[in-house]
């Protein structure tokens, strides 16, 4: 069974322009009743399991736009509702710099929570309105500074590149500011235009002044020389971190491994199922109340597919995955599953197989998806 | 049946078309007319019975030809057979119209009370007044507010010179009129004309092909009988059948003891080929045949010609399928096979005209399955080598080295552009764009007006249609026929990806307009062509000359940074769309095309006004 738990959190104060995720703007939202419908979620999805936590990750949404007395009814079920936390377990949780009071810092500290996901997205100011974000790059510092003043050593922030009308040199200052506040870790993504968005519509009426293929690249490079620099190292496409501070959690999904997911919208990976729960609020929660798991869908994936998740989830990793485990989990050589991909993406220079481990090179890293898809089957199953 | 009951129920067949422009409400009137003389009941009528392809229903426009026969009890108390013969309302098929027309002794006009005569209409009722038919005018959609009937009429006498005294004012949505279209077309329409103790002629004006008896022949009886078991003979073909089955049109099939003089109706006679049967041959007898063929037959010949390829190699041989099932049904449909560097196998195919080409490459995509690459349409050119030879050349990339050639000529059309007087500017702007030569302009009353231009058909073919309806809001309306051939200052422009001529991109311009096609061409690729792992420069040449080129730069990103809180199904979803994308392209050398981009030579003005 797994150990690892993903808790969605579907409410926001805002709406960002960018956010296709599952989330509801808070006002006159169902918070408490949602909160019963995950205790009781939490409840089934563990009946009968024994092995305490590793990881947790709750997120959204935004988890911190709750009240504090709800954030704690969250997490007071994380340890009961479960069978429990184990001592050197990871817990984290996401939150917006605008929510980083200092009840809701204790509340989370009290509940054992010891790593803490602030999204930033940028330090310009001027950026951060315009993606329509509800905080200032100064909250955004503050945010950092009072969750180590409350003795949170593990602290990750979120950045995004290729914004519209986000410029180099903006970039570089983000960058140096997220260095110079020294958090631990930093997950940067490059924006990518989702339907059922503000940025969307804008873009499709050719309103969204959006950066170009190149300068999206431009600052891909230059946030690995910037990070490496101030001493993080990479370990993922997207992810940064000092020394022995990688995300554990995040680590599950790149290992192909199991984990619960809970809430609306969210989803789980058990027993080689992948399942997708509800995300409209009400019809989650009614969907509880008639005593029913709140799943949308649910897949049994294939062998197939798991030897091919296995290879486009672990190339994302920096060291790449060894060999050798594929073999131990599928009885079959990547180079049998596969033939000729290693061959073909070593050749373009995409690929290095090295010391039984295979990983994604430099260039191949910017390029990910051209590899992805060389591990997957021909005919669409979709 | 004696031959005095013959006559007297000869004088009391009527035969008649519609003519409409599309949305003028032909299909609705057709309708009502079922209805109105209990031809189709109530329960039984599909919108628009007539049009019985999902295509036609879709389009709202008829391709292949029906009919059917009605009973109608008249205010004298006599029954009437009537036959309406369904016409398709576009100019690729006007051939197809003109032997419908040849079919009937009368048409009822159709025109919108607020929009007035559109182009194809003319176009059509000129057909009808050489065949000497009586044209009743009637003016349909008087329900609306925007009705104009007083105009509309005299807009029918100043442009056709109708007497629309006898108008009938109509409207087939509610019904209005369908009773006073009966009576006029009794009164008005005259009785077949011909004996039925003369040598058979039978017009064929219509075919299809089923799969069970072969192909149907749509014919009207122009003189003689025909029963089953007679030997007959198609006079310009020349084959012999013996006839299994006659009958008629109610609308649906139904069997008949005889087909006599006046009378519009089917024959099967187990023909395996359309092509054996050919839209305006004459059926006879073979043992008593007719002095002569009726007037009029021409051979449908193509005018646009495009390579169709399938997207999976594989499917090839489907293809070949589903054009000759596509052929059994549609004379006028020509293919051969060729081979592209660029795309493989396919065949070149033969069109009557854009809507045509449309209706086929959309055929085989949905009742084949068979996804589609299609190169960009050409026509007929004529090319006089210095030697002497002269040869036809309809795929481009056949056409010989300039050296060689002394001259090359391209059909050119006349046409008919209708309009608001406002847009005239525009029209004119258009057509002399497409190197048209004005010939005409004529006012058909205070605000509409007829712009005549000789234009090469090769403009008309890229993108002249969707110029003018953009660049008049829709309110254009055009015709065009076939002038002949004149000599013009054409090159071929051949494209080329890294270095690589690709021959499925080459097309046939005009001297004058190499350099813009060129630079809009290679602009489009550009755009259209996704990024290679490689810098892939696009070249326009004219000989060994580069005229125009763009770069496609090498691809430096495209990698899913986001996590989606463990969704992996839908980072899935999306990489195997990308590699969808990557199977649907073709690899043109080292460089993967997309499908769009061998079309890329009809999208470049479009694109342009968007930006």
């Known amino acids: ?382 | 049946m004696s031959s005095e009951d013959k006559h007297q129920r000869q004088e009391r067949i009527r035969n008649f078309a519609i003519i409409a422009h599309i949305d003028h409400g032909k299909s609705t009137l057709a309708d009502r007319i079922l209805e109105h003389t209990k031809t189709v009941s109530e329960r039984d009528l599909q919108e628009q019975t007539l049009d019985a392809m999902d295509l036609e229903r879709e389009r709202g426009i008829t391709i292949k030809l029906n009919s059917a026969q009605l009973k109608y009890e008249a205010a004298d108390g006599e029954e009437y057979t009537f036959h309406l013969i369904d016409t398709p309302g576009h100019v690729d098929f006007s051939y197809e119209v003109s032997r419908s027309l040849a079919a009937c002794e009368g048409a009822l006009l159709i025109v919108d009370a607020s929009q007035g005569i559109e182009a194809q209409t003319l176009a059509n009722v000129f057909l009808a007044l050489e065949h000497d038919l009586e044209i009743i005018p009637v003016i349909n959609k008087i329900d609306l507010p925007s009705a104009e009937p007083e105009r509309i009429k005299k807009e029918i006498e100043d442009v056709i010179g109708l007497d629309t005294s006898e108008t009938i004012l109509a409207s087939a949505k509610d019904g209005t009129g369908t009773e006073e279209i009966l009576e006029h077309i009794v009164k008005r329409v005259p009785a077949p004309q011909g004996n039925v103790n003369e040598p058979l002629e039978a017009l064929i004006f219509d075919s299809l092909y089923d799969s069970y008896r072969g192909v149907i022949a749509y014919v009207r009886i122009v003189q003689g009988t025909i029963k089953k078991g007679e030997k007959i003979r198609m006079m310009q073909t020349e084959k012999e059948f013996e006839v299994s089955e006659v009958g008629v049109f109610k609308p649906n099939p139904v069997s008949a003891d005889e087909l006599s003089v006046g009378d519009v109706g089917f024959i099967t006679a187990s023909i395996k080929n359309v092509g054996d049967s050919r839209v305006g041959d004459t059926v006879t007898h073979a043992n008593a045949p007719a002095p002569a063929p009726l007037p009029g037959y021409q051979r449908m010949k193509p005018m646009v010609f495009c390579g169709v390829y399938p997207v999976d190699p594989n499917q090839y041989t489907g293809l070949r399928d589903a054009l000759e099932r596509l052929e059994l049904n549609d004379s006028s449909l020509e293919f051969e096979a060729e081979v592209s560097q660029a795309l493989g196998f396919g065949f070149r195919c033969g069109f009557l005209g854009l809507l045509h080409m449309e209706i086929i490459q959309e055929r085989i995509e949905r009742e084949y399955g068979i996804e589609l690459i299609t190169t960009a349409p050409s026509v007929i050119y004529n090319v006089y080598l210095n030697d002497g030879e002269v040869i036809e050349i309809h795929n481009p990339s056949n056409m010989p080295d300039q050296q060689q050639v002394m001259a090359v000529e391209e059909p050119f059309v006349k046409a008919n552009v209708m309009v608001p007087n406002d847009f005239v500017g525009p029209v004119m702007e258009i057509c002399q764009a497409k190197r048209g030569e004005f010939q005409d302009m004529k006012y058909l009353d205070e605000n509409r007006v007829n712009i005549v231009y000789d234009l090469p058909l090769t403009e008309i073919v890229y993108d002249f249609f969707d110029q003018l309806k953009s660049n008049t809001r829709g309110y254009a309306s055009f015709d065009y026929e076939l002038m002949g051939y004149k000599e013009s200052k054409l090159v071929k422009m051949d494209i080329l990806l890294n270095g690589e001529q690709v021959d499925a991109l080459s097309v046939i311009v005009h001297r004058d307009m190499a350099y813009y096609r060129g630079k809009a061409i290679v602009e489009k690729l550009k755009e259209l062509i996704p990024r290679q792992q490689f810098e892939v420069p696009v070249q326009a040449s004219i000989g060994n000359k580069v005229i125009a080129r763009s770069t496609i730069k090498a691809i430096r990103k495209n990698v899913l940074s986001k996590c989606y809180g463990g969704d992996v199904s839908r980072k899935r979803k999306l990489l195997e769309k990308q590699k969808e994308g990557k199977r649907r392209m073709k690899n043109v050398g080292k460089v993967e095309v997309p499908q769009e981009a061998f079309m890329s030579v009809l999208q470049m003005d479009a694109n342009k006004e968007d930006s």
């Open chain 1, 1 to 382: 069974m797994a150990r690892s738990l993903y808790i969605h959190i579907p409410f926001c104060s805002y709406i960002c322009y960018y956010c296709d995720f599952n989330k509801f703007f808070i006002e006159n939202q169902p918070v408490d009743a949602y909160i019963d419908a995950l205790e009781q979620e939490l409840t089934w999805r563990f009946a009968g399991e024994t092995a305490p936590l590793e990881t947790i990750y709750i997120g959204g949404g935004t988890p911190s736009a709750v009240t504090t007395a709800q954030l704690g009814r969250i997490l007071q079920a994380v340890h009961v509702k479960t069978p429990g936390v184990s001592p050197g377990a990871e817990f984290t949780v996401e939150m917006n710099p605008d929510d980083a009071d200092d009840d809701k810092l204790h509340t989370l500290f009290n509940h054992g929570v010891n790593r803490l996901s602030i999204g930033v997205q940028t330090f310009d100011d001027k950026l951060i309105q315009k993606i329509g974000r509800g905080h200032t790059a100064s909250d955004a510092k503050n945010a950092v500074h009072r969750a180590k003043a409350f003795n949170f050593s593990n602290i990750s922030i979120d950045l995004m590149l290729g914004l519209p009308e986000q410029t180099m040199s903006s970039w570089h200052d983000t960058l140096q500011t997220a260095a110079a506040l020294d958090v631990s870790h930093i997950s940067a993504y490059a924006l990518k235009i989702e339907e059922k968005t503000r940025f969307y519509n804008w873009w499709r009426a050719g309103k969204l002044p959006t950066v170009t293929e190149d300068e999206a690249a431009d600052m891909y490079e230059a946030m690995e020389r910037v990070l490496a620099d101030a001493g993080f190292h990479q370990y993922e496409i997207s992810n940064f971190a000092k020394d022995g501070q990688a995300s554990r959690h995040n680590q599950v999904y790149w290992h192909n491994e199991s984990y619960v997911a809970a809430g609306a919208g969210a989803h789980g990976y058990l027993q080689g199922a992948r399942y997708e729960n509800i995300q409209p609020v009400p019809h989650y929660i009614s969907a509880i109340e008639n005593g029913e798991l709140p799943e949308r869908q649910r897949h049994q994936l294939s062998r197939r597919e798991q030897m091919e998740e296995e290879m486009f989830l672990g190339l994302r990793m920096n060291e790449g995955m060894p060999l050798v485990r594929f073999e131990q989990k599928y009885g079959e050589t990547v180079a049998d599953a596969f033939p000729g991909a290693l061959e073909e993406l070593t050749a373009k220079g995409w690929l290095t197989v090295e010391n039984g481990w295979v990983a994604l090179t430099e260039e191949g890293r910017l390029l990910g998806n051209e590899v992805f898809v060389r591990f997957l089957e021909n005919e669409n199953k979709f």
